[in-house]
């Protein structure tokens, strides 16, 4: 198959930015095919994280003296970033969390434990991640709601026909689902999902760990009362991502955590709470890691969300296209127009725990496991699936790579 690739992305820049591509595993270079885990950083980020440690560092919010002025202004800075990567109309919206995990566990427990009681109905999707899953069926049991799932179709995409009858089933109060599928890729139909959850009156809550880093977000746009995302899937440090959340909403909810800079006032007799954001940031934040979170988001932003969607479209497509060559591996999820750059398959007769092992062997990194979504692959009648993901340093040699490498899976091990 012959490869054109029509990106407008620089990629050789782009990838001189990322020290990582230095490195060799058996004297081969590293072809890193794992960034829906976690991405590698460029780098300007790693630089910004550095000078701030250097010359600008102290606890955030508390001293008087400039030094700690100017760690608030990086800190606040970076949080004013994230609002308008997401467009969100204030940025006493964004919540820093320790990642997407932490801000859908806030979401759940937060605004759950109050909102929900039997007859109530929680909607998630069969694909979804655990960390958007777990939270909402614990929460759930523990308030007697119900917990149901918008079920999928053999090409992993969400079968919303399902819908009429779910709405059946009691007063559904939350709607939560993913993006972007890390498992498959599927692109869901969050907007749709959202119309439908306000009519029924419910919120709806978007995991955005997998979209984010990949494309443009609009919370407004996509009408949807929580978002979430963590900084490590694009570009940035780990230990530290965002919550979004409509104002009024989080104004009616409890803190998640307590703890120092959370309160208004403490007595022996009562506490009062801070005002947003800071009611749901008890605690020293991840100072530094919020500032490498703003400066991982410029620099997307520089290269352009869009040319980074288009670059990712082109290798998605090429994969499926050379993979599908290939009679004994099978490719799970939608076409590469309804999906983004993750590629999950499965080599005949060879445990993925195994593939990614001798691919390991030749340079090549990619994900083998359930993906942290045991239900999907339960309905995809598998335990584990090997996955292949692409960010914007990924390149085709690298994908014909993997396929070079599953040929050598393939005669060592099928
Ligand atoms: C779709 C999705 N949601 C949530 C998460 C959780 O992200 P984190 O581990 O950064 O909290 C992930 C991580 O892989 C994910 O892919």
Same mark, same amino acid.
């Given at each position: 198959?012959?490869?054109?690739?029509?990106?407008?992305?620089?990629?050789?820049?782009?990838? %001189?930015?990322? +020290?990582?591509?230095? &490195?060799?595993?058996?004297?081969?270079?590293? =072809?890193? *095919?794992? !960034?829906? #885990?976690?991405?590698?950083?460029?780098?300007?980020?790693?630089?910004?994280?550095?000078?701030?440690?250097?010359?600008?560092?102290?606890?955030?919010?508390?001293?008087?003296?400039?030094?700690?002025?100017?760690?608030?202004?990086?800190?606040?800075?970076?949080?004013?970033?994230?609002?308008?990567?997401?467009?969100?109309?204030?940025?006493?919206?964004?919540?820093?969390?320790?990642?997407?995990?932490?801000?859908?566990?806030?979401?759940?427990?937060?605004?759950?434990?109050?909102?929900?009681?039997?007859?109530?109905?929680?909607?998630?999707?069969?694909?979804?991640?655990?960390?958007?899953?777990?939270?909402?069926?614990?929460?759930?049991?523990?308030?007697?709601?119900?917990?149901?799932?918008?079920?999928?179709?053999?090409?992993?995409?969400?079968?919303?026909? %399902?819908?009429? +009858?779910?709405?059946? &089933?009691?007063?559904?109060?939350?709607?939560? =689902?993913? *993006?972007? !599928?890390? #498992?498959?890729?599927?692109?869901?139909?969050?907007?749709?999902?959202?119309?439908?959850?306000?009519?029924?009156?419910?919120?709806?809550?978007?995991?955005?760990?997998?979209?984010?880093?990949?494309?443009?977000?609009?919370?407004?746009?996509?009408?949807?009362?929580?978002?979430?995302?963590?900084?490590?899937?694009?570009?940035?440090?780990?230990?530290?991502?965002?919550?979004?959340?409509?104002?009024?909403?989080?104004?009616?909810?409890?803190?998640?955590?307590?703890?120092?800079?959370?309160?208004?006032?403490?007595?022996?007799?009562?506490?009062?709470?801070?005002?947003?954001?800071?009611?749901?940031?008890?605690?020293?934040?991840?100072?530094?890691?919020?500032?490498?979170?703003?400066?991982?988001?410029?620099?997307?932003?520089?290269?352009?969300?869009?040319?980074?969607?288009?670059?990712?479209?082109?290798?998605?497509?090429?994969?499926?296209?050379?993979?599908?060559?290939?009679?004994?591996?099978?490719?799970?999820?939608?076409?590469?127009?309804?999906?983004?750059?993750?590629?999950?398959?499965?080599?005949?007769?060879?445990?993925?725990?195994?593939?990614?092992?001798?691919?390991?062997?030749?340079?090549?990194?990619?994900?083998?496991?359930?993906?942290?979504?045991?239900?999907?692959?339960?309905?995809?009648?598998?335990?584990?699936?090997?996955?292949?993901?692409?960010?914007?340093?990924?390149?085709?040699?690298?994908?014909?790579?993997?396929?070079?490498?599953?040929?050598?899976?393939?005669?060592?091990?099928?």
């Amino acid at each position: 198959m012959a490869v054109s690739p029509t990106s407008t992305l620089d990629v050789a820049a782009i990838r %001189a930015d990322f +020290a990582y591509l230095d &490195e060799q595993v058996d004297g081969k270079p590293l =072809a890193y *095919l794992d !960034s829906a #885990s976690s991405t590698q950083k460029p780098r300007q980020v790693l630089d910004r994280m550095r000078s701030f440690y250097e010359h600008e560092y102290a606890n955030v919010h508390r001293g008087v003296y400039r030094l700690a002025e100017r760690a608030t202004e990086g800190f606040e800075s970076a949080r004013s970033t994230v609002a308008a990567f997401v467009n969100a109309p204030s940025q006493r919206e964004v919540v820093f969390t320790r990642s997407a995990t932490e801000a859908l566990n806030l979401i759940a427990y937060a605004w759950g434990l109050e909102n929900l009681g039997p007859g109530d109905v929680v909607v998630i999707t069969e694909l979804e991640h655990h960390a958007n899953f777990v939270p909402w069926q614990f929460i759930a049991s523990k308030t007697g709601a119900s917990f149901r799932h918008i079920p999928i179709d053999d090409a992993g995409e969400l079968q919303l026909d %399902a819908l009429d +009858a779910l709405a059946r &089933e009691g007063s559904v109060r939350v709607v939560a =689902a993913g *993006l972007v !599928s890390n #498992s498959l890729g599927t692109i869901n139909p969050v907007e749709r999902l959202g119309a439908w959850a306000h009519e029924q009156g419910a919120i709806m809550v978007v995991d955005a760990a997998q979209a984010a880093p990949h494309r443009a977000i609009d919370v407004q746009a996509l009408g949807c009362d929580f978002l979430a995302f963590s900084s490590h899937k694009l570009c940035g440090p780990s230990g530290v991502g965002a919550l979004w959340g409509r104002a009024e909403l989080l104004e009616a909810m409890q803190p998640f955590n307590f703890g120092g800079e959370m309160i208004r006032s403490v007595s022996l007799e009562r506490t009062t709470f801070n005002e947003l954001p800071y009611k749901f940031e008890a605690g020293t934040p991840a100072i530094a890691e919020a500032v490498g979170f703003g400066c991982a988001i410029d620099y997307i932003t520089e290269i352009g969300l869009s040319a980074i969607e288009q670059h990712e479209h082109e290798l998605t497509a090429y994969a499926l296209g050379r993979l599908g060559e290939l009679d004994w591996v099978r490719l799970f999820g939608p076409p590469a127009d309804r999906r983004a750059g993750i590629v999950s398959f499965d080599v005949a007769g060879v445990h993925p725990h195994d593939v990614a092992q001798v691919l390991d062997w030749e340079g090549v990194c990619v994900r083998a496991g359930h993906h942290c979504t045991q239900p999907l692959m339960t309905r995809l009648g598998v335990t584990a699936t090997s996955r292949a993901s692409f960010y914007l340093y990924s390149i085709h040699e690298e994908v014909d790579r993997l396929v070079d490498g599953l040929h050598k899976v393939r005669k060592s091990l099928g």
